[in-house]
């Protein structure tokens, strides 16, 4: 029997109002809960977010080398292009324009309230046809 049934990746912000919206319309999801500080939503793939409320809440800066990462998540999609038309029309941001080292094709972008995330590549795993 598996003790630990789910698990909430919790985003500190001023704003957790805001930022629900922008994720919750991003991973195509609905809001599941909010209280005065607390907001989180559900994807449709299932992922759990949760937004805290933090007035003091800094973003942070990276790729800046002198800071922390905090945190950082990391979202598979079919279709790189049309996933960062959808976040930019949110209004996500993209920091990390050059092809990046390694077996991914990847792509970073803040939320807008500055949390860093990247979109990966579903890479295919069916075998070739024909």
Same mark, same amino acid.
């Given at each position: 029997?598996?003790? %630990?049934?789910?698990?909430?990746?919790?985003?500190?912000? /001023?704003? #957790?109002?805001?930022?629900?919206?922008?994720?919750?319309?991003?991973?195509?999801?609905? =809001?599941? !809960? /909010? +209280? $005065?500080?607390? %907001?989180?939503? @559900?994807? /449709?793939?299932?992922?759990?977010?949760?937004? @805290?409320?933090?007035?003091? $809440?800094? +973003?942070? +800066?990276?790729? @800046?080398? &002198?800071? +922390?990462? =905090?945190?950082?998540?990391?979202?598979?999609?079919?279709?790189?292009?049309? /996933? &960062? *038309? *959808?976040?930019?029309?949110?209004?996500?941001?993209?920091?990390?324009? @050059? !092809?990046?080292?390694?077996?991914? &094709?990847?792509?970073?972008?803040? !939320? #807008?309230?500055?949390?860093?995330?990247?979109? *990966?590549?579903?890479?295919?795993?069916?075998?070739? =046809?024909?």
């Amino acid at each position: 029997m598996t003790l %630990v049934k789910a698990g909430v990746v919790v985003l500190d912000c /001023a704003e #957790p109002e805001k930022l629900a919206v922008f994720y919750k319309e991003f991973l195509e999801g609905e =809001q599941t !809960d /909010a +209280s $005065a500080n607390l %907001v989180e939503v @559900r994807g /449709a793939d299932g992922i759990r977010l949760a937004f @805290r409320r933090d007035v003091n $809440a800094v +973003s942070p +800066s990276w790729p @800046r080398p &002198e800071n +922390s990462l =905090q945190s950082h998540l990391v979202f598979l999609v079919e279709d790189l292009d049309a /996933a &960062e *038309r *959808r976040l930019v029309g949110l209004g996500g941001r993209p920091i990390e324009t @050059r !092809d990046p080292a390694g077996p991914y &094709e990847e792509r970073g972008y803040t !939320d #807008p309230a500055g949390h860093s995330f990247t979109l *990966r590549l579903v890479p295919i795993t069916a075998p070739k =046809q024909g």
